[in-house]
């Protein structure tokens, strides 16, 4: 079973030096940038050269670039250039993409998620090629939830991303609702039977951290206030792998029952979760 290593998802560049260096004095292995288009969010590739400069240890990676958004050429170049001045520290994650409005905002089409698939696919396949005089494909991480891009990650990935968000059914584009423990199951056990006996790490993207001496009251209040992406009842929500609430034991708890029964071994939190998190990771880490 794999050591854990922990990871954050920075989503601005406000004090981007500050936050990156405290990411690695906390003992965060790896430092994240998401690739979405609105006010303050990063550009992933300039922010990670950034984040490589000011630290030494830690990995950076985008968690995920949105493949779709980029003509491969040009991607292929960002992610060589990155790579380089990271000091081969780059871990690049892709994704099929799944936020219509900003496709919307970037005038680009929005296909079906079978054609984004494909785009994938193929994009990943070029890619290979343009980096193979530039040293090479980074360590892959591809992230996502159908069957196509699991499909894809237990044939070419070196990590799988799992977020547990899936279309709300019957809602529009971009609405998403967090998986519960037994669709987590089923997920990982549908990409293992893929992958089988490929060495792989597993990601979470944990959507929320509440240290807390009472679970179900802060799963209740979480569930009413974020009526959009949640399904299930009190109970259920305390088993939902995305989620992370309780005393620093009880997560510590969560975290190691968790890599039994899914593989999840590398996790990541939000920015906001960087501090709070902390405590997490400085008793995990080597174990």
């Given amino acids: 079973m794999s050591e854990f290593t922990f990871g954050v998802s920075l989503l601005s560049t406000t004090r981007w030096a500050e936050k990156c260096r405290r990411a690695e004095e906390l003992g965060y292995d790896h430092i994240a940038v998401p690739d979405h288009l609105g006010p303050g969010r990063p550009a992933p590739f300039p922010a990670l050269v950034a984040a490589a400069a000011v630290t030494e240890r830690v990995q950076v990676g985008t968690l995920v670039s949105n493949v779709p958004f980029y003509t491969m050429a040009l991607f292929a170049r960002d992610v060589a250039s990155t790579n380089q001045l990271a000091g081969g520290r780059l871990v690049l994650g892709v994704g099929s993409g799944h936020m219509k409005r ?34 090479g494909m980074p360590r892959l991480l591809i992230a996502g939830n159908s069957d196509g891009v699991l499909r894809l990650a237990a044939e070419q990935a070196d990590i799988v991303g799992f977020a547990g968000l899936r279309q709300k059914r019957g809602a529009a584009p971009g609405t998403f609702v967090l998986d519960n423990a037994e669709v987590m199951d089923e997920r990982v056990r549908y990409f293992r039977a893929l992958a089988g006996e490929r060495e792989i790490e597993y990601n979470m993207l944990v959507q929320r951290v509440v240290i807390t001496d009472d679970r179900a009251a802060v799963a209740e209040e979480w569930g009413a206030a974020d009526t ?22 009880e997560i510590v708890a969560q975290l190691i029952a968790r890599r039994e029964r899914y593989g999840f071994s590398y996790i990541t939190v939000f920015e906001p979760m960087l501090e709070i998190f902390a405590p997490i990771v400085a008793r995990l880490r080597g174990r």
């Fill in 228 to 249: 959009e992406h949640t399904d299930g009842a009190v109970e259920e929500l305390l088993e939902t792998p995305q989620l992370l609430f309780g005393t620093e034991d």
């Fill in 102 to 135: 900003e496709f919307d905002d970037a005038g680009l089409p929005w296909q079906k998620a079978a054609d984004r698939i494909t785009y994938l696919a193929e994009g990943l396949d070029e890619l290979r090629t343009r980096l193979d005089g530039e040293g």
